[in-house]
């Protein structure tokens, strides 16, 4: 079984920083992509982020630079760290990650639980 950590969510003002880990653990032979979705209520799950096993990284196009991804693959786990932080960017941010077990063809994918983000003053 795989299990998915995520930390780093919070309350914080407009024009603020976040930094939101995910760390993994469990029966994984190879971590593949990394990626952040976030949800605002009433609002489908989209990509924020994503990241490859070689550091290729993906964003989505309305973020304009404030927010930076990557991977620590010595310890399974996935940043994303958030600048500039405006009130549209409050949202449930869920880790996502696609492995491979030993011996079984394919990738898998497992989601984390959330964390809130939520930009006000």
């Known amino acids: 079984q795989v299990h998915l950590v995520e930390s780093g969510g919070g309350l914080v003002q407009p024009g603020g920083s976040l930094r939101l880990s995910c760390t993994t653990s469990g029966y994984i032979f190879r971590l593949n992509e990394m990626g952040w979705y976030r949800q605002a209520p009433g609002k489908e799950r989209d990509l924020v982020a994503s990241?490859?096993?070689?550091?290729?990284?993906n964003y989505a196009e309305s973020l304009n630079g404030r927010f930076t991804i990557s991977r620590d693959n010595a310890k399974n786990t996935v940043y994303l760290q958030m600048n500039n932080l405006k009130p549209e960017d409050t949202a449930v941010y869920f880790c996502k990650i696609k492995y491979e077990k030993m011996g079984v063809w394919g990738d898998f994918g497992a989601w984390g639980q959330g964390t809130q983000v939520t930009v006000s003053s």
């Open positions: 990241i490859t096993s070689g550091g290729d990284t």
